[in-house]
């Protein structure tokens, strides 16, 4: 990113010429295998775009390569009818494309969680979460594959407009319909994003992740414009529900050491599961959470999954599964139609895992993802709506 001479803005602020990462060495990341990539419309309309993909293609050479230079990335069909089968499929594919209207304000309703806006340089990941509450959704239903947007240098300009537009700090989440970081070894966008964010005098970036690529975060300035925060659960919850993803051991040692590069480091618990032993293993696990990571905030939910994503979740592990088996079916009659646990059980959870964090941190922030304004009252928390994706 460099300053485009000396122009400014209206509000006299130097503009930013932004391109795609181009001075980095790509490597293979962990946890995903790529058997096909395709090439869709836009993907490489530039020479920029184009040297950019195929360096990335350049470390699959046994991947078969399918160009659909004339078709959006929306519009592929993996023709494969079952979709459990074509989830399978999805995960070992790597789609190159534009997204339009990537940056948008979500629409949340029926919840307390506060509307924000999010952007999408990525779409779904390669991990395997037997709860993922993408799985439902329609473009991942019919087309569960891997995807990097090479626009991200417009949708920063978009940010950029938005945020000034606004007139005050407002945070731009990435995290809602993929996994931010899983894939920063191959497109290197964290080096364009946290720059970016850092000289920005309004917008701020907050991200979720499981990944545990965090080597080049350490070495970019961040001007604590940055929020990093994971997705955790125990390693026994882990271990049981989210495949293919990198330990929960690992990521606590990567939150450390961002944290220590001074990042505002946060921790999403969700979903909390309730196997045998729950209540210990969250004690315990809460604890240590926090002895080992100075967090700002730690934000808690049980699980919140439409009808499609809770279908595959069944077709993974049966229907008595330690999620299933805790659904209270008359949730998703009320509110925003998400499935949840029966109040009481989120309640208890909740309140469990407050109070051992409070022994240890009685300053830490702390809130709940996607809950109805009478359990947010249960747990006795304030400020329902400063929460993991907002400031
Ligand atoms: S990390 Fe998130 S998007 Fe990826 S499989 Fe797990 S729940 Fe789904």
Redesign the pocket.
Known sequence: MRPIGRQVDLFGEPLFRLSLPADYEPFRPAYFEVSRIYLTKGSVATPERRRFVERICGLYPEAEVRECLDTPHSRIELHERDELARHQLGKHILVFGELQAAVRFSQEAGNVCPNYWHFSPYG??????K?????GTIGVKFFPAVKIYVNLPEMLTEIDRIARRRQRPTAFYL?K???PL?LDSLTAYSTLMVPFFAAHPLARLTLL??STHVDRLLELEHQGHTILSW?VNPPEVSAAF?GN?PSVDDRLEAMRRVAQRGYPVRAVMMPIIPIQGWEDIYTAFTQRLIETVPLQRLTLGGICIYRGARALMERKMGPDNAISVHIDNDTSQIGDGRARYSPQLRNTAYTLIIEAAQRLRPDLELALCLEEKAVWQSTGLRRPGRCNCVL
């Open positions: 779904f990941c390669p991990y395997d979460c709860y993922c509450y993408l799985g995290g319909l993929q996994d899983a992740t499981k997705s989210e993803a």
